[in-house]
């Protein structure tokens, strides 16, 4: 007899529980976030190089990346420098932006323009259209020593 009033106890806790996860889950974006280790060379569909970085007595250059993936654009930049031997690049760091490459965005992007900040950094700018939802312009600053980058966002 016991065990049926404990059980009622947790399945109500349990429900209790998930109807609060369910109430406030819209209030979440579904998807994840593409890592720029993800992306498939056979997607990109632009490479655009933007700007050089010199790091602990390496040097090479930024690049800005555009693929198409799970239904939209999605933005990555890498930073490139020569092997050893010079025969072909090697990526050093690649970013990926959280607030662009969700798989569940299904985002265009256009006017997509990057220029260098001085030593070791790059803005990006651009245009954003999530699909069904309001377009807006986007600047993202990117620091190549830190490995860091800033988003601002303006609707359109």
Not at 99 to 114: A, F, G
Not at 129 to 153: H, Q, R, V, W
């Amino acid at each position: 007899g016991s065990v049926g009033p404990h059980m009622s106890k947790v399945t109500g806790v349990t429900l209790g529980v998930l109807a609060l996860m369910l109430s406030c889950g819209a209030s979440f974006a579904l998807g994840r976030v593409v890592a720029y280790e993800e992306l498939p060379h056979s997607t990109v569909t632009s490479l655009a190089t933007c700007g050089h970085w010199q790091i602990d007595g390496q040097s090479g250059e930024f690049r800005i990346l555009r693929a198409y993936l799970y239904g939209g654009t999605m933005l990555f930049v890498d930073m490139v420098r020569p092997n050893e031997h010079g025969t072909w690049l090697e990526v050093t760091r690649g970013f990926t932006f959280a607030e662009l490459n969700n798989d569940h965005l299904e985002l265009e992007l256009s006017d997509v323009r990057c220029s260098s900040k001085g030593a070791n950094r790059i803005v990006v700018t651009g245009r954003a259209e999530p699909f069904e939802l309001s377009p807006y312009s986007f600047t993202i600053e990117i620091d190549g020593a830190t490995g860091a980058y800033e988003m601002k966002t303006e609707p359109k």
